[in-house]
């Protein structure tokens, strides 16, 4: 913990304040601006613009099937600091954002034409386009939902089994599938990492990461019965007090800050705020190094 608050250089750790009042009378967030993206062609017309997934999008079944998880956040990670879209990996998430990995999108994913990239009219940014069907494959950030489960004044851990990131230490979460809520994701993905049943309290964190397009959604929740036991994903899993969570042995930024922030809520003022932050990566760093990072936008209440 104190090598994380040495690097990130201030008495809270992480956490920079960034908003300002707006001219409404409302709060808003002080947004990078995006460098204007060229097109070589906006002339031609496209046959659609539907920005939500489509039917033909949807697996078979929405049953129990297990979340890629983090092994897919974390390739995503590493896929978009190798210059996903022909930019420097040192340069801002902001410019990420324009394209995400557009450019990787060849084919069409309904009619599996050829695509190409460009500006359609009336948008700013490049997108994959087909040249058979039209269709335009918008690519939306993906939630990631999980539990911060509090029990005896202790928080329960588990260890991975899996790559990237084995034997570290991360909440049960993983990404949210079609055909059910945040908190119903956050309970699925709790028994199946922890073999914990849990009820949901209330809302605890929400931290976007728009360098790799993932928002997650934490919940503060309770142990329905005191029991638990790894799932196939994890090696173990432990209640730790406050005072003894593993804070250099943790597996993801994300899960860093929102402990950070659950354990100085509950020595501040002995119960949860709620929080919502902007994780932005430092520039160059690796994304192994899961305290090169700072938190910025932080609003809580
Ligand atoms: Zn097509």
Not at 42 to 55: G, I, K, L, N, Q
Not at 168 to 196: D, K, N, V
Request: include cysteine.
């Amino acid at each position: 913990m104190l090598k994380a608050m040495q690097i990130l250089g201030s008495s809270s750790g992480f956490v920079s304040h960034r908003w300002r009042p707006h001219n409404s009378g409302g709060l808003s967030f002080i947004s990078k601006s995006a460098k204007p993206l060229s097109s070589s062609s906006s002339s031609s017309s496209y046959s659609s613009c539907s920005r939500s997934p489509t039917a033909s999008l949807l697996s078979p079944g929405f049953s129990a099937r297990k979340s890629r998880c983090f092994r897919a956040f974390r390739m995503s990670a590493i896929n978009s600091e190798l210059n996903p879209d022909g930019t420097s990996s040192s340069s801002s998430s902001t410019s990420f954002q324009s394209t995400g990995n557009t450019r990787k999108i060849n084919f069409c994913q309904w009619c599996g034409g050829q695509t190409k990239h460009e500006i359609p009219d009336g948008e700013e940014k490049i997108r994959a386009i087909c040249t058979i069907c039209g269709r335009i494959a918008y690519q939306n950030p993906k939630m990631v939902v999980g539990c911060l489960i509090e029990h005896d004044n202790k928080v329960l851990l588990c260890k991975r089994k899996i790559e990237p990131s084995y034997g570290l230490w991360t909440l049960p979460a993983g990404y949210m599938e079609i055909g059910e809520s945040a908190a119903e994701g956050a309970i699925r993905e709790t028994w199946e990492e922890a073999g914990a049943e849990v009820e949901v309290l209330s809302p605890f964190a929400q931290l976007d990461i728009p360098l790799i397009g993932q928002t997650y959604i934490i919940f503060l929740a309770k142990l329905k019965k005191p029991q638990f036991s790894p799932g196939p994903e994890s090696l173990e899993c432990r209640l730790y007090d406050f005072d003894d969570i593993p804070f250099d042995s943790l597996a993801f930024s994300s899960i860093l800050v929102t402990l950070k922030l659950y354990v100085e809520d509950m020595k501040a003022a002995g119960r949860p705020k709620f929080h919502y932050g902007t994780i932005n990566k430092r520039p160059g760093s690796k994304p192994s190094d899961i305290q090169a990072y700072t938190l910025d936008y932080h609003l809580q209440s």
